[in-house]
């Protein structure tokens, strides 16, 4: 597809994630919405020797409808139908932009193996919106989020006719990078969290520290190599990751389980349960930083 169909499709998507022309042309700053409505006649009827998109316009939509630069000229899979909750867009409520001192990030890491958005909130009620291409990982992220009850919204354009190694590695990343950036100073928050989880025969535990220091110590003997299509080793990949640019301390073990998807689905949990108390604002501590150093960032 060339780079005017790709903005072409791109526009389309965007009128339907805003409800309609009107909107889009108020989320992205227009007064009158006369010229987009123009616009988006012209690219309906696909008129050739029409100039499509301007760079200007395109940086306009993808800064009015929060994308990451380069946006409109990516070709975009239709929104993963796996994880349940995927139903609602996030757009409003984890913008950085949304509330004054909210703790959100938005973070976005391409490379020439995977791009990846990332956005992030706290203070959510553990929404989520996945897209990463990889059914498993997304059943395994909307744990995360279900338990943390942090929102997340997370896609990711992977190259899976390789395998989905980079892209498991590279959204553990992202979300490394994320929870730190939402986190900032970590004044007044618990810091340590911790969760047991069963579900049926197997049991975990994980402990967090967000001490400022990565740290993973990974405790999962597997009943099997695969689930499904997917490799139980890209599991400690993602953690890696995740620890590595979260700046976290992580103990995991699996102290019971027979069933593999069992075993992993009580990790992703309790690492969900132990993250949210982790994160969560400690009253007594009255905003000051949990450590007698004075800082976790350094
Ligand atoms: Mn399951």
Same mark, same amino acid.
Request: proline share 3%.
């Given at each position: 597809?060339?780079?005017?169909?790709?903005?072409?499709?791109?526009?389309?998507?965007?009128?339907?994630?805003?409800?309609?022309?009107?909107?889009?042309?108020?989320?992205?700053?227009?007064?009158?919405?006369?010229?987009?409505?123009?616009?988006?006649?012209?690219?309906?009827?696909?008129?050739?020797?029409?100039?499509?998109?301007?760079?200007?316009?395109?940086?306009?939509?993808?800064?009015?409808?929060?994308?990451?630069?380069?946006?409109?000229?990516?070709?975009?899979?239709?929104?993963?139908?796996?994880?349940?909750?995927?139903?609602?867009?996030?757009?409003?409520?984890?913008?950085?932009?949304?509330?004054?001192?909210?703790?959100?990030?938005?973070?976005?890491?391409?490379?020439?193996?995977?791009?990846?958005?990332?956005?992030?909130?706290?203070?959510?009620?553990?929404?989520?919106?996945?897209?990463?291409?990889?059914?498993?990982?997304?059943?395994?992220?909307?744990?995360?989020?279900?338990?943390?009850?942090?929102?997340?919204?997370?896609?990711?354009?992977?190259?899976?006719?390789?395998?989905? $190694? /980079?892209?498991? !590695?590279?959204?553990?990343?992202?979300? %490394?990078? +994320? *929870?730190?950036? =939402?986190?900032?100073?970590?004044?007044?928050?618990?810091?340590?969290?911790?969760?047991?989880?069963?579900?049926?025969?197997?049991?975990?535990?994980?402990?967090?520290?967000?001490?400022?220091?990565?740290?993973?110590?990974?405790?999962?003997?597997?009943?099997?190599?695969?689930?499904?299509?997917?490799?139980?080793?890209?599991?400690?990949?993602?953690?890696?990751?995740?620890?590595?640019?979260?700046?976290?301390?992580?103990?995991?073990?699996?102290?019971?389980?027979?069933?593999? $998807? /069992?075993?992993? !689905?009580?990790?992703?949990?309790?690492? %969900?349960? +132990? *993250?949210?108390? =982790?994160?969560?604002?400690?009253?007594?501590?009255?905003?000051?930083?949990?450590?007698?150093?004075?800082?976790?960032?350094?």
């Amino acid at each position: 597809m060339d780079k005017k169909s790709v903005r072409r499709d791109n526009f389309f998507k965007l009128v339907e994630e805003a409800g309609n022309v009107s909107k889009l042309a108020r989320a992205c700053g227009y007064n009158n919405p006369a010229s987009l409505h123009q616009l988006s006649n012209r690219l309906k009827k696909n008129e050739e020797g029409s100039r499509g998109i301007t760079n200007s316009l395109a940086l306009k939509l993808e800064r009015g409808m929060g994308k990451p630069k380069g946006w409109l000229d990516r070709v975009h899979r239709e929104k993963a139908p796996v994880a349940e909750t995927a139903a609602e867009p996030m757009v409003q409520t984890v913008l950085p932009a949304a509330a004054e001192g909210a703790r959100v990030a938005a973070v976005s890491r391409h490379t020439s193996e995977t791009q990846v958005d990332i956005r992030i909130n706290l203070d959510g009620s553990g929404r989520a919106l996945l897209d990463t291409g990889v059914p498993f990982l997304n059943h395994m992220l909307d744990q995360i989020a279900r338990h943390s009850l942090i929102d997340l919204e997370i896609r990711c354009q992977g190259d899976l006719h390789i395998d989905d $190694h /980079h892209t498991v !590695e590279d959204i553990g990343i992202t979300l %490394g990078q +994320a *929870l730190k950036q =939402a986190l900032g100073d970590k004044r007044g928050i618990c810091r340590y969290g911790h969760a047991y989880v069963p579900l049926d025969e197997a049991l975990s535990r994980v402990v967090i520290d967000l001490s400022g220091r990565p740290g993973l110590v990974y405790n999962i003997e597997y009943t099997r190599a695969v689930i499904g299509r997917f490799d139980v080793d890209l599991l400690e990949e993602f953690f890696h990751g995740l620890v590595n640019h979260s700046m976290m301390t992580l103990h995991i073990d699996n102290l019971s389980g027979k069933n593999a $998807h /069992h075993q992993a !689905e009580t990790v992703f949990k309790a690492f %969900g349960r +132990a *993250l949210r108390m =982790a994160v969560e604002y400690d009253a007594r501590m009255a905003g000051q930083t949990p450590s007698t150093k004075g800082t976790l960032t350094a």
